[in-house]
């Protein structure tokens, strides 16, 4: 079973400049999570798609990140315009149904503002 | 708000040997899930463990086991017989009952010495 994709692994980009990444989830998980793991800390979700509906982003920035799910099952989370605060990596999860199942990661995005 | 603690932010272990590492929680609720995640370098977040607050029977995989300690607010995770591919950062992570958002520790990068 092939597990969470994503890609870019890293990317490198100028405070105030775009960017965009993408999370392939696990073939039929219908909920996927977007988490933001800073250097020396853990995990933190910003966002939680249950297939194509937002469940939770109350922790998204909003004004600058933005996430979709067309279809519900790939997603892209951008940012725009980025900042030095942003330097992170983004990983994406995935599981079955919601509540109770487990989540698988994926391998994550090395983001780094300069 | 549910905090998750680590207080060893570094811990070594001799190849074969036993290691112990901690994590204490922060809640108010009854019902919840405790996990301790592996994350080596190349970044995939992979389950270890999983402990539902219900069940006074702490979990066992193989090599791995965990002491929870509901009224203490614990749940720290032995290795046995530890091996050189141990070695990883290992984070703690709590989710309530009826919701999504699992909330992270700050990790402990355990090193396994040959």
């Known amino acids: 079973e092939a597990g969470v994709a994503q890609s870019p692994r890293y990317k490198i980009i100028e405070k105030r400049q775009s960017v965009a990444f993408w999370c392939n989830p696990i073939s039929g998980h219908a909920t996927l999570y977007w988490y933001q793991q800073i250097l020396g800390q853990g995990p933190k979700l910003l966002i939680q798609f249950q297939n194509n509906g937002v469940v939770d982003d109350s922790q998204l920035p909003k004004d600058r990140f933005s996430a979709e799910r067309l279809k519900g099952v790939d997603s892209t989370l951008k940012i725009q315009p980025a900042k030095l605060e942003d330097s992170a990596v983004y990983l994406c999860a995935s599981s079955l149904v919601g509540i109770g199942d487990t989540q698988y990661f994926g391998p994550g995005t090395r983001l780094t503002v300069l | 708000a549910q905090t998750v603690t680590q207080s060893q932010p570094e811990m070594s272990v001799q190849e074969a040997e036993t290691v112990t590492l901690s994590c204490t929680y922060d809640?108010?609720?009854?019902?919840?899930?405790l996990f301790w995640y592996k994350q080596p370098p190349s970044r995939q977040m992979i389950l270890v463990i999983r402990?539902?607050?219900?069940?006074?029977q702490n979990a066992t995989e193989n090599r791995f086991s965990v002491n929870f300690q509901k009224a203490a607010k614990s749940f720290s995770l032995k290795i046995s017989d530890s091996q050189l591919g141990d070695a990883a950062m290992y984070f703690c992570a709590y989710r309530r009952e009826g919701n999504n958002d699992m909330r992270f520790g700050a990790g402990t990068r355990l090193t396994v010495k040959p």
């Open positions: 809640t108010s609720e009854s019902d919840y899930y």
């Open positions: 402990q539902e607050a219900y069940k006074q």
